[in-house]
């Protein structure tokens, strides 16, 4: 049997990390003894985790503060928060300048294969494993181009050295490939690998009823994502307002939770838009309410290979959708199953308009998406992948 180690940095609600409680759903328990190791303990996923059989979980770091029940940040909250900031930067410090140390304090076993299930931080962390015959592997979810911000790298030849350490390196999409190899130069062992989407449990879940009270008047807008800079809901709600204020009658579902909440809770007060905007926040069953909207947006700046995206194909819904890599992957071309529309705000707010207006056009949409999420089955994925970790 052989033993893997997955390293990710957090178990925070994303893409990367849903797609990995997949993979580790339905892999082989009886070929791979599986470990993950998260950099800091923490995340909407860890309990999902711990209860799938056979996977064994650690982490390096304890994000150990929590806000009181009623989301407010308590004085406790405050002081535990400022002591996280230090340990993490020291924790980042670490990575940067002393990882072949960090690596060798918290890795006691040794592994076969070592994955490098995300960018950056992680990349850098198995990069310097000190196990010189295990197979070492990174995953490339997303544009490689905006992962230096995390300032793990002292430059960009150093951020090459690291990704030319790897045994294979797996991009979720043919445009993340490109860019990848654009920037690090390397062209051999890549590996593009589509993501596993388990398309029985989405319809499932779809099913199930839902019982907040939310704002429902004229057609549902639904998305899913982190409340973070790089999925756009920023400008998603300037757009959803023009719209209202042109007299576009719909609601905006927003579903998950993050870091901008308050800035868009803020927007959301200012321009009077609380009778037609959710922030629903996280919850573990997003396929219900993607299910009970009429139409999916994806606002994103940034994605590698967006899983909301074809969740949304699972569910039939019209797309509008900013282009980003991998959006052809799920998509096709532009016109026959969604519309993709240029990665700006002025963009989102004339493909919106336009399906908004259009009741045809979100037919036609909806009957062209079906069998799209068919590339994505997950048994099928799940054997590509055990060959990449085989070979």
């Known amino acids: ?36 190791l998260a950099l800091v303990n923490d995340g909407t996923y860890v309990e999902q985790l711990k209860e799938i059989e056979g996977i064994k979980y650690k982490y390096l770091f304890n994000a150990y503060f929590k806000k009181s029940r009623n989301n407010k940040e308590s004085k406790f909250y405050k ?9 993490w930067k020291f924790y980042i410090m670490g990575i940067k300048y002393f990882p072949k140390q960090l690596y060798k304090k918290v890795i006691k076993e040794k592994y076969d294969i070592e994955v490098a299930f995300l960018e950056g931080k992680v990349s850098k962390f198995v990069a310097n494993s000190y196990n010189k015959e295990s197979k070492k592997i990174a995953w490339i979810h997303t544009d490689i181009n905006n992962i230096t911000k995390n300032q793990v790298f002292k430059n960009i030849e150093e951020e ?25 130069g390397i062209t051999n062992n890549l590996y593009v690998q589509v993501n596993p989407i388990n398309t029985e449990e989405i319809l499932e879940k779809a099913k199930e009823n839902i019982t907040d009270k939310l704002n429902h008047n004229g057609i549902i807008v639904s998305t899913v994502g982190r409340l973070v800079k790089e999925k756009g809901y920023d400008r998603l709600l300037k757009v959803h307002n023009k719209l209202i204020k042109e007299g576009i009658k719909h609601t905006l579902w927003i579903i998950g939770d993050g870091d901008e909440r308050k800035k868009l809770e803020t927007y959301i007060k200012e321009h009077n838009l609380s009778h037609t905007v959710n922030l629903i926040g996280y919850t573990d069953n997003p396929y219900k309410y993607v299910q009970k909207s009429d139409i999916f947006v994806c606002s994103s700046r ?10 949304a194909t699972v569910l039939e819904k019209p797309i509008v959708t900013t282009k980003c890599p991998g959006i052809k992957e799920i998509l096709g071309e532009d016109g026959q199953t969604a519309i993709i529309v240029p990665n700006t705000e002025s ?7 336009t399906i908004l207006k259009d009741e045809n056009l979100r037919k036609k949409l909806s009957q062209n998406i079906k069998n799209r999420s068919n590339i994505f089955n997950i048994d099928n994925v799940i054997l590509q992948i055990e060959n990449i970790l085989d070979e």
């Open 1 to 36: 049997m052989k033993k893997i180690l997955f390293v990710v940095h957090t178990m925070q609600m994303g893409g990367a990390e849903k797609v990995m409680l997949n993979l580790l759903k339905k892999i082989n328990k009886q070929k791979y003894s599986v470990t993950i």
């Open 79 to 87: 002081i535990s928060n400022n002591i996280m900031k230090l340990i």
């Open 160 to 184: 090459k050295k690291v990704y030319k350490s790897f045994n294979k390196i797996i991009c979720v999409s043919e445009e993340v490939k490109k860019r990848f190899t654009e920037k690090t």
């Open 347 to 353: 963009g989102i707010y004339r493909g919106l308009k």
């Open 302 to 311: 940034i994605e590698g290979l967006s899983s909301a995206l074809i969740e």
